[in-house]
């Protein structure tokens, strides 16, 4: 289990994270969203006891991670541009980290090299991107952390790359990792992830388990006789309101029977309850925030 | 603690960098077998200059990756402790330098003093002053490379710190220079306290120094110094890598000790390189100085502006120029510099005379029945205070009685005239630089020569038979 406990992160007097608390059980797949700059790469940098938090603590199964080589021995972490030594194969690199994880399995590393078949010899900077990330996977599966943490894991790679590292990513939920995914991606994150937090401005505005959620966020299509405005559905938790005419489109928080029979107040002619997926979830928590783009 | 586990990859993954240390490090007891007359001195220059240029490339390529994020992203997420990932790569730096130039300089010394022979002591002392040179450059250059922030700036700032020195000794020179033209001094080895301040301002002029000497008696107290500067900056070295953090790499280098320190120090030699007492060529050098200055000052934050600082700071340094020249004008260097030395430190001295004729033919002059140009003097192997005492007496006196003149002053007289001239040389007994020594010519006009013979006689200088 990771805790995060009231974490502050500030650079050059500026507040980067911001009393951060959340919880990531063991052997889920936590999405860890948000927009540009809200501190995503950094949280994964505290995470991976890179770098030291100003306040608060960061716990893996209850101890702390940085500058402790007996925790960070099963954290394993993958940036999105991967760092190789200049001119190094991947078996060199898979030398360097056999240094560092004495947990490394050989046979499982070369088992996904022969999988990805990737050239053992032929320098990783000759590689594509597709084939490097497949490279850090290969090494990511061979040391087997108990935690993974990626960094747009997804990004910049084609459907075939994404779909090949998801068969990879369910290959670790088996062997019951917890697995870490910073991605703008969020229709790849939905078909993953388990759990998810939106990291906005420092702080978790929202997180919790994914399914949980969604059952708490109703996209409803709404029709009236007559007009009506936004005010009139003031006892509503409403995240997103769009009238055309007499046609509602709204995205509400809340008990959808509660909701339901709210609305129903209101006689409308028509009333859908219709599937609301992750992203839609995030631009509507980031547009009630005042981010994004309005109609 | 050290890692050994990273200590036995380092030597795998540096392999073949090993293999060419040891390759081009061949060189050295390979030349002194094939030189026909090795010297200690040689042999133990040779090793140093390797180990030195060894101490500079190796630790900036070590620790590169603290200068690129994704490097330092990598190695600061492996599960070893800060300490540990730092004590490991600085041993292997050290193992990677210090032990091949050692092993070559045994080797060489070896077939040396079984040619020549040559004292345990000189041959231990030899290595001893490799090893700490070497341990000195490295922890210097590891100082840099841990206050620099990218790649090209550590470059910059070690290339600067190494030469640096340099350019100070190049600028007190000249406010030396500018003294001592206006005493009898004149030209010749009047750099008197200078060395020393360059012995303790840079690492490989001081362990060139002890070598080349070390076979005399020298003091080592530089040496020493550089030692304890090094255990000093490992420790600084261990703070910075642990205070070290991954949003550093790839950005400005802001460490006061790096470029703002480069500049001032660099601007204010430059200016006083090029200080003289003329106002307009002043005005021409400064300028050519500001536009360095500015360059300096623009590369080092990438980019430029205007910012009422910049031009201030240069004009401070202008001011501190002006100041510092004029107080080791009046101070002679800070009391270093001197007409005449003090008895007690003369080691050698001698003088000897020299009949010039230009454009009339006249009889060389004798004094008590002996050519003028026969007279001399010249410390002898039994010299006693006495002799020091006598010499610098005569010296003080020809150079207050106006008996002696300058060569630069004679031939600015129209007049051509048959003249004679004294050559005075002596050394110091100075600790530390050996090659402390004056030799200058000075012109003594006919109607002087006898006033000056007359104080050679008065001082027992020459036995003068009577």
Redesign the interface.
Known sequence: MIEIKDVMKS?ENKNVLNHLNVTISSGSIFGLIGPNGAGKSTLL?LL????KCDEGSILFDGKEVY?N?????D???I?D???Y?HFASID?MK??YL???PQFNLETYQHYVDLFRLPQNKPLKDYSKGMKRQAMFALALAIAPKYLLLDEAFDGLDPVMRLAFKKAINQMIDENMTVIISSHNLRELEDICDSFGILENGCMTTSGDLYDIKDHIHKIQIAFKEELNKEEFSHLDVLSFHKQSRVINMVVKGDINEIKDYLRMFNPIMLEVLPVNLEEIFIYEMERKGYGVYD | MINK??F??LI??NKKYLILIYVVGIIIPFWVFNEYTPSLDLTGTLSLVYGLSLSCIVPIYLFSFLQ?K??N??Y???????ESLYLTTSLFSYFATILPVVIYQLIAQGIFAYKMGISIGAFILAIIITIVHMFAMNTFITTITLLTQNSVDNFICSFAYIFLPLLIFIALNNCATNIVYKMMLGEGNYTQGLNDILYYLSIPYNGLAQMKYIELHVTHISSIYWLIISLVLSFVNYRLFIKR???QSESHTKSFFMYPSIIILGTFAMLLVMYTTDFKSNVLSFTIIFMIYLIMYYFSKRKVYFNWKIPTIFILLVVSCIGFSSVYASTKGFHSIYEVPSTSSIRSASFSFSFMTNYETKTELKYKGIDVTDINYSTGPKKSSKDNTNFVNFINDIINQKLITKYDDFYNDPINKNFYTIGVSYSIQSPTDLGRYASRDYVIEEKNIEKVLDLVAKYNLYKFKS
């Open positions: 650079f940098y991976n006891g890179i770098s500058e080589p007996d925790v960070k021995k954290i394993l972490f940036s541009d991967p760092y030594f060199e030398d360097f240094t560092f994880y | 586990d990273y036995k990859y795998k993954q690129k994704k490097s992203i990598l600061f997420s492996l599960p070893i402790q800060k953090t991954v949003e």
